[in-house]
């Protein structure tokens, strides 16, 4: 059962910047594409980004594009998410999850073995 690990949240000032990073263990993370989701309270979990095994990208959120940028390192088995010029709407609680090969949903019912989470609070 792959296993993974959401850190890199915090309290960031407006305009900041955070990097997200997501490990994997258990099992290979090239095996899989993995998303980045985020809830914020009293919402639904809404999708970020989402980056295939093979690299490629599908931004859920065409408002996000330019300010988040995912990106994976297989050999170290590890996603990450950098997010700039945050605005204190990006705050939430950041999950990653994977998905086989391609990112073909962005559906959170579709994802498996979801992260803890890592919260993220933008605020002056």
């Known amino acids: 059962q792959l296993q993974l690990v959401e850190s890199g949240g915090g309290l960031v000032q407006p305009g900041g910047s955070l990097k997200l990073t997501c490990a994997a263990s258990?099992?290979?993370?090239?095996?899989?594409?993995i998303g980045w989701f985020r809830q914020a309270p009293g919402k639904e979990r809404e999708g970020v980004s989402c980056i295939s095994n093979g690299g490629v990208i599908t931004n859920y959120e065409d408002s996000l594009k330019g300010r988040f940028t995912i990106s994976r390192d297989n050999a170290k088995n590890t996603v990450y998410l950098l997010m700039n010029n945050l605005e204190p709407e990006d705050t939430a609680v950041y999950y990653c999850a994977a998905i086989l090969t391609s990112c073909s949903s962005s559906r959170p019912r579709d994802f498996h073995s979801w992260g803890q989470g890592t919260q993220v609070t933008v605020s002056s």
């Open positions: 258990k099992l290979p993370l090239d095996w899989y594409a």
